[in-house]
């Protein structure tokens, strides 16, 4: 089982950037493929972007193609999600998600763990 918690949102004006980071708890961390899903008010959650276990495959939503990176560093149990080019439509309260299938891509299922989320307000 993993524990992750976001962090790094925030308020900024569009055309501005922002990065999160998600740390995870448990020597297994590298074991899972990681992803990020927002969800905006009045909306369902939505994938936005997510990477495998060694980061040698990653998928993006189209909406954020482009703009936002995926990353992941395993030695320090963290993944990023590097937003550039916010728009008002990114906003949205962001989740960290792993799924214990190391290449899974979560675009067709869904993750097994989720964090507790982090707000992201983008400004026109």
């Known amino acids: 089982q993993v524990q992750l918690v976001e962090s790094g949102g925030g308020l900024v004006q569009a055309g501005g950037s922002l990065k999160l980071s998600c740390a995870g708890s448990g020597r297994t961390f590298s074991a899972y493929a990681m992803g990020w899903f927002r969800q905006a008010p009045g909306k369902e959650r939505e994938f936005v972007a997510s990477?495998?276990?060694?980061?040698?495959?990653?998928y993006y939503s189209d909406s954020v193609k482009g703009r936002f990176t995926i990353s992941r560093d395993n030695a320090k149990n963290t993944e990023y999600l590097q937003m550039n080019s916010l728009k008002p439509e990114d906003t949205a309260v962001y989740y960290c998600?792993?799924?214990?299938?190391?290449?899974?891509?979560?675009?067709?299922?869904?993750?097994?763990?989720w964090g507790q989320g982090t707000q992201v307000t983008v400004s026109s």
């Open positions: 990477i495998s276990w060694n980061g040698d495959s990653i």
């Open positions: 998600a792993a799924a214990q299938r190391p290449r899974a891509t979560m675009i067709d299922r869904p993750p097994d763990y």
